[in-house]
């Protein structure tokens, strides 16, 4: 067939800073609503990051380190529909969000935070007393994002990020990332631990929510980082 050619032209719809003062944010993860909202996360340093109807008003990390955020902005782009800090007195990053049917925001991420948030936890601390290494966390906020409806953190002893999430028809949560934990907590594993003292694995695993608190399947799969 003769090739034809062909001319697209795009528009920008709209575009938008998302900030505080100083020193920097960073987004990481969107998820769309069914109007067109953008649900945002990722990370600031700020301390006047914009916040709107906030489940956390102001920031809570010691100076220089940095806090989650999670914004919905308008299908415009011209106004927030609500914004928050999510975070501990440490680090903690926003790297992944989904909403399920009820538009409730999903994050996952990582935290450095010995007072991280939690809601009906799996797991209700860092699992490192020192709080030397991250730990993957996984939260559910209410559709407003004025309120939590659950947070846990997920990890063992040594680093742990949860990338990647998902949420089934029953709400179920799925998470991806990766762990360099030799005690990740495994549940069912197609690979029961890690290959290899300093290797990173790949983990997935799926939270289901019982009555009093979370339930975990999880699977390592060989990756090295």
């Known amino acids: 067939p003769t090739p034809v050619g062909f001319i697209c032209f795009v528009s920008l719809g709209y575009s938008?800073?998302?900030?505080?003062?100083?020193?920097?944010?960073?987004a990481y993860a969107i998820a769309l609503g069914p109007e067109g909202e953008a649900y945002v996360t990722g990370t600031t340093l700020s301390t006047a990051f914009p916040t709107l109807n906030p489940y956390?008003?102001?920031?809570?990390?010691?100076p220089a380190s940095q806090d989650v955020f999670l914004a919905a902005v308008s299908s415009s782009g011209s106004s927030l529909v609500f914004s928050t800090y999510l975070g501990g007195t440490r680090e903690e990053s926003g790297r992944a969000i989904r909403l399920d049917s009820e538009l409730c925001p999903y994050?996952?991420?990582?935290t450095w935070?010995?007072?991280?948030?939690?809601i009906d936890p799996l797991q209700a601390s860092l699992n490192n007393a020192l709080g030397s290494y991250l730990d993957a966390f996984a939260v559910k906020f209410s559709s407003s994002g004025s309120s939590l409806v659950f947070s846990t953190y997920l990890g063992g002893v040594n680093?742990?990020?949860?990338?990647?999430?998902?949420?089934?028809?029953?709400?179920r949560i799925v998470l991806g990332g990766f762990t360099r934990s030799s005690n990740f907590p495994p549940q069912n594993p197609y690979q029961p631990s890690l290959a290899g003292s300093t290797a990173s694995d790949a983990f997935a695993a799926r939270l289901r929510r019982g009555r009093r608190r979370f339930g975990v399947r999880?699977?390592?799969?060989?990756?090295?980082a």
């Open 218 to 224: 999880s699977r390592a799969v060989v990756a090295v």
């Open 159 to 171: 680093q742990d990020q949860a990338l990647a999430i998902e949420v089934d028809g029953e709400r």
């Open 56 to 62: 956390q008003s102001t920031q809570s990390a010691i």
């Open 16 to 26: 938008t800073y998302l900030g505080g003062g100083n020193p920097s944010d960073a």
């Open 113 to 118: 935070s010995n007072d991280f948030p939690t």
């Open 107 to 110: 994050l996952a991420g990582d």
